[in-house]
């Protein structure tokens, strides 16, 4: 952990990224710089009450060379989290996405390499593409990458420069390609903070198709400390797959907040099915859990989903304001 002095958190006012603040904060003597542009997913909010002597937050863009320049400048490192993260909206607008995903993560490539500094680049499990639902098949390193929507296919292209940029330039980089989360700080646009906070506001949630598709959750901590794990004793040129081997299906995570929040099980609405629908994700993390130590602390969903459940409840005022917004836009796409 010595080796870092000032590290830069490309979207670190985002879901992830905030975690991983705190995370640094309150483990390491580490100043933070977060670089984060404040799109509709980012919010100073999620890093209230951190030291100001600690944190120096500068709103810009990743894509912008000479205010990347100017912070890399005197940073031993740069852990990206900055991003346009959500597949439904991909469907929608997709050039925002290349323009985040792809030429932001060129930007900082390349400062990385100009400055000679260490960069993380935080991935997916989705570059992989999807696996049939009725197998136990995880992906591995060695699977090839088959993104399947315009999200993950910026995401693919994004680690593609990182491989390159290594390989090419000598750049000290590392990636790690991590599995749903879940947890404090997320945006009420993705699955599971969207069926809490329709419950809280008494609106009934919603179901893409039958909600049979599988996704693999990880509690946002667990990431964090697998992040920190790839930033101390990670390989140069590596990826590492985090993952809870938590794998289950949609229509079940949602009866299990409707059981942990008092609803009946049929309380959720069927809406149209999000068009290309990635059936399953699995990773086999067990090259990282042995590579760096590193094993998920949440180890049950449903402990999980209680202690996420209580923060959703606990902090209204965080998420009350944006929700009505997300609502008109999905009732948008959902057509
Ligand atoms: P998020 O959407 O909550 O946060 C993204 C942050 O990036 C926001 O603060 C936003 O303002 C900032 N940002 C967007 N465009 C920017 C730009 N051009 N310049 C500077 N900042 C910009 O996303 P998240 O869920 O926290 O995801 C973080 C990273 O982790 C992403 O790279 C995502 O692909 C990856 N990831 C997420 C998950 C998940 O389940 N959420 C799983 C695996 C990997
Ligand atoms: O209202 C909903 N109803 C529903 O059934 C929403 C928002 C989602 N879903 C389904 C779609 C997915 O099968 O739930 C599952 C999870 O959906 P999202 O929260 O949108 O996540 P996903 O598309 O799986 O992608 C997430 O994990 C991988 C993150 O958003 C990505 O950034 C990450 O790379």
Known sequence: RDQYHTVI?????????????????????????????????????????????????????????????????????????????????????????????????????????????????????????????????????DSPYRPSSPYSATKAASDHLVTAWTRSYGVQATISNCANNYGPYQHVEKFIPRQITNLLIGTRPKLYGAGSNVREWLHVNDHVSGIMRVLEFGRIGSSYLLSSGIGVSNIEVLRLVLELMDHPSDFFDHVRDRPGHDRRYALDSASTRSDLGWSPTYTDLREGLCDTIRWYSENTNWWAAGKRGVEEQYRRFEG
């Open 9 to 141: 958190v490309a979207g670190g006012a985002g879901f992830i990224g905030a975690n991983f603040v705190r995370n640094v904060v309150s483990t390491t003597n580490w100043s933070v710089v977060v670089v984060d542009k404040l799109t509709y997913a980012g919010n100073l909010a999620n890093l209230e009450s951190l030291p100001v002597e600690r944190v120096d937050v500068v709103v810009g863009d990743i894509c912008d060379e000479n205010l990347v320049n100017s912070v890399a400048s005197s940073a031993d490192a740069i852990v990206n989290f900055a991003a346009e993260s959500h597949n439904d909206r991909s469907l929608h607008a997709a050039k925002s996405f290349l323009k985040t995903n792809v030429e932001g993560t060129f930007v900082l490539l390349e400062a990385a390499r100009r400055f000679s500094i260490r960069y993380h680049h935080v991935s997916t499990d989705e570059v992989y593409g999807d696996l049939p639902i009725d197998t136990d098949e995880a992906f591995t390193l």
